[in-house]
């Protein structure tokens, strides 16, 4: 028995993460890898390649498609984002509230638009913001004097504007959810002694509030900004597309377009590196800043 | 050692759950493992507490158990001889009726699998990048013109389809019964039952003892629908389509405002006829009804306009032709059809049948229009049945067709097809039989790439909805003036790059006018084609044998 048992301490760790590691090395290790050898060569079909080294690399420097995606992911990243973390904390105080009626009801109405998928939110936004018909022209031309003709899915200066309203919509409910759950965590008592201090509301937020959810601001921050490099079915299907002056164009979707309209999976490769490569830079300088607020 | 703790009702719990440092060595040691253990007098412990790794384990992996044999003993999709993916819902459920005959015929089973358009092409085309994957390859699939630029990177000898060129050139012999028999000028044939062949020369058949062959399917089919899915002159689909383009339009709103659209023979004067209707009705307190459907911003339509003046953006030998003059002329005349003082068209929104609903309102009042479109407005907009009327395309030069294309489908022949040969008559009975093009007709009035079958009553008679008009015969005189349409990797890119040309044009024409537009589109589209040719060096291999 004691043998079987010392047997089993040994191997139980290794067998409980074997199923993961196994799939991680057929399905992300091997590809990634891959992936690298892919990004040095030109390819055509299955039996062309051809070694380039680092001339993919360098191509992508010089593609104005690909700096445009750049230009639109980046833009809809700090639209997105600086819209996103703002309302979903003011939806999620205004549903801690204890004096609001029907909280629990509005809290799943609002977490409910996270439960439907990226495809179905583009093809209801599709119809939503269709000119002439859709609800958001209609309510647009009751209410303004821009009429119901504004083309939201085909005048350039409104394609990201489209893409990050039908975003939001998805995603402020999540947002929220997690603040909440922050919010709940704040000790009461700290809201008792500035109130004790004399704090105002406003104050009360900001040195009580602000601090207590800090990390859940700061995760939602690093997730939204990582959804937002990966941006691709959103735009894709709204706009069947890069959108009208390519201005629904992302790097992933890019990457697509590259990989599988083009055929040209070394350059897409690539291009999937140099996301890599972007989101990695964004993250590590935001984890640094971070670091350094908390040293301050 | 295990420590024992005891418990108020007589059980105790053994809890040396965590390791321990060993004062000794230094090391931290495995201690045993935790096991509720009831002491209670009778009862024993249960067997289930002393199976390896804990309870929770058991449950996942009975879990994983139940849900592996649920899905084993589901009934396993029927194995087919040959298995055939379409991606329109239409074409699956022209095709399925007309199966059976052929199954029974050819005594082989199909199987027809209907995939989204994107996830048929995408799986292709991994399938055709992953020799692993053979054994899943379909014996025949339908590619959407919009899709099939991908499977052209590899050489000709590498593309995933099977070259077509020398089945349509040796089966389809065309024959006829008697020589009384219907045909068209130039119509080679065979008196069934003979060898003789006979040629038609516009009034009857006439027996030609110069030619030894009769038409086969490759002169039987429209030629120029070949182009979209050929590389280096191998033919890799049949063509489902033709799509022929014409302009729909509400005669009954252009009467009233006393514009005969019809009469307009180039685009310029379509252009002005269009602005006195649009007039004409902004006077009558109509400010947002629209002579006519066009795509702001979208290259769509600017390309189909290219197609009619027989330019492609690049072409089958890898020529781009973005800075052709008549490039940077169609974008600056299209921007003031789109943006400006001038301004005719506008954009009816996505989804199935919207633009159909857009008609019927008056908010647009033209529109362009390929065959396979007529049905939706039939469907979505029943109200003005009778109040359309169909047009030829206005020419911008005399030599132009009065006509273009829009969208196309065609069917191919995987290289790891089972049985390449079944996989041929299953096409040739689905798209090229009377019995297909009577399934054909149950669905789609699409018109068929079969020159011979456009004689077909549903092609020739008038339509109400149409006011009478035979819209059929319309499309049938067009299709043979079809420009070619070639699609190539790099079709995609060259559609993004008129994208940025046609915006800027845009742009600038709603802010200064058209004045000077057509050469600063010329200057745009120069740079655009530089960036273009570029990027087909890039992906060009070091041989040169290589097409982007």
């Known amino acids: ?296 | 050692m295990p420590q024992r703790s005891g418990l108020p009702d007589g059980r105790h719990v053994e809890s040396p759950a965590l390791p321990r440092a060993d004062p000794s060595s230094g090391h931290h040691q495995w201690l045993e493992p935790v096991w509720l253990v009831d002491n209670t007098p009778g009862l024993h412990p249960s067997p289930v507490n002393r199976i390896p790794l804990g309870k929770p384990v058991i449950v996942v992996i009975a879990i994983a158990l139940i849900t592996g044999i649920t899905v084993l003993m589901q009934p396993r999709p029927q194995h087919a001889d040959l298995e055939f993916w379409v991606f329109a819902d239409s074409h699956a459920k022209t095709f399925r009726p007309i199966l059976p005959s052929f199954e029974q015929h050819e005594g082989k089973s199909v199987r027809l699998s209907l995939i989204a358009n994107r996830a048929l092409s995408l799986r292709l085309f991994s399938m055709f990048l992953s020799k692993s994957m053979s054994r899943e390859v379909p014996d025949a699939a339908e590619i959407e013109i919009g899709s099939v630029g991908r499977f052209f990177r590899p050489p000709p000898d590498q593309v995933g389809f099977l070259p077509l060129n020398d089945l349509l050139r040796t089966t389809g012999a065309r024959e006829i019964a008697d020589v009384s028999a219907p045909g068209l000028r130039g119509w080679n044939a065979r008196l069934r039952g003979t060898t003789r062949i006979w040629t038609h020369d516009g009034t009857a058949w006439v027996e030609n003892p110069a030619r030894t062959q009769p038409d086969m399917w490759m002169d039987r089919i429209v030629a120029s629908r070949f182009a979209p899915w050929t590389k280096a002159g191998v033919i890799f689909g049949v063509p489902h389509d033709v799509h022929p383009l014409t302009i729909a339009y509400r005669e009954d709103l252009f009467r009233e405002a006393g514009v005969d659209l019809a009469a307009c023979a180039t685009w310029i004067e379509f252009h002005a006829a269009c602005l006195r209707f649009q007039q004409y009705w902004r006077g009558r307190g109509f400010p947002h009804r629209h002579a006519i459907e066009l795509q702001e911003a979208s290259p769509e339509t600017l390309v189909l306009m290219l197609l009619q003046r027989g330019i492609n953006a690049v072409d089958d030998s890898d020529r781009i032709h973005l800075a052709d003059p008549k490039v940077a002329e169609t974008v600056a005349f299209y921007a003031g059809l789109v943006a400006g003082p001038r301004k005719i068209g506008s954009e009816a929104a996505g989804g199935m049948g919207v633009f159909a609903k857009d008609v019927e309102a008056g908010n647009l009042c033209a529109l362009l229009m390929p065959d396979w479109r007529v049905r939706y407005v039939r469907e979505f907009a029943p109200g003005i049945a009778g109040k359309l009327r169909m047009m030829p395309l206005p020419r911008f030069d005399p030599g132009d067709p009065p006509t273009s294309t829009w969208g196309g489908t065609m069917v191919g022949i995987p290289r790891a097809a089972r049985d390449p040969e079944a996989s041929w008559r299953l096409i040739e009975h689905l798209y090229f039989s009377e019995e297909g093009l009577n399934a054909r007709l149950t669905q789609t009035n699409i018109l068929p790439p079969l020159m011979e079958q456009w004689t077909h009553p549903a092609f020739t008679e008038a339509d109400p909805y149409f006011g009478g008009q035979k819209v059929f015969a319309l499309y049938a005189e067009l299709a043979t003036q079809v420009p070619r349409r070639l699609v190539t990797p790099m079709t995609s890119i060259s559609a993004q790059k008129l994208s940025v040309v046609l915006n800027r044009a845009v742009d600038q024409m709603r802010r200064r006018g058209g004045e000077g537009l057509e050469a600063a589109c010329r200057e745009w589209l120069v740079a655009e084609a530089r960036d273009l040719e570029n990027r087909m060096r890039h992906r060009r291999f070091d041989d040169g044998e290589e097409a982007p």
């Open chain 1, 1 to 296: 028995m004691n043998t079987l048992w010392r047997l089993q301490h040994r191997l139980a760790p290794y067998l409980f993460v074997l199923p993961f590691v196994v799939l991680f090395l057929c399905f992300m290790l091997v590809p990634l890898c891959r992936s690298v050898v892919l990004a040095l060569h030109k390819t055509s079909g299955p039996g062309a390649m051809q070694f380039v080294g680092l001339d993919n690399f360098e191509f992508v420097f010089q593609d104005d498609l690909f700096w445009r995606a750049v230009r639109n992911t980046l833009t809809y990243t700090v639209c997105f984002l600086s819209i996103q973390i703002p309302a979903s904390l003011g939806l999620a105080l205004l549903l801690n509230s204890r004096f609001v009626r029907g909280r629990d009801f509005f809290r799943y109405a609002f977490f409910s638009t996270h439960l439907v998928g990226n495809v179905f939110v583009a093809v209801l936004f599709m119809l939503l913001l269709a000119p002439r018909h859709g609800l958001i022209n209609r309510v647009i031309g009751a209410v303004t004097p821009f009429g119901t003709e504004l083309n939201w899915l085909g005048k350039p200066d409104l394609a990201l504007p489209a893409v990050i309203l039908a975003a939001l919509w998805l995603s402020v409910g999540f947002g929220m959810i997690y603040f909440l759950a922050a919010l709940q965590a704040v000790d009461q008592e700290l809201y008792e002694a500035a109130q004790v201090d004399g704090a105002g509301a406003m104050s009360k937020f900001w040195h009580v509030t602000l601090p207590g959810i800090r990390p859940v601001l700061l995760f939602l921050l690093l997730v939204g900004m990582i959804g937002s490099f990966q941006l691709f079915e959103l735009p894709y299907v709204l706009f069947q597309g890069p959108g009208p002056d390519n201005r629904a164009l992302t790097v992933v979707m890019y990457l697509f377009q590259q990989g599988f309209e083009t055929g040209d999976l070394g350059y897409a490769s690539a291009i999937g590196w140099m996301l890599v490569l972007m989101v990695l830079a964004v993250s590590i300088a935001q984890i640094r800043l971070t670091r350094a607020d908390r040293t301050d």
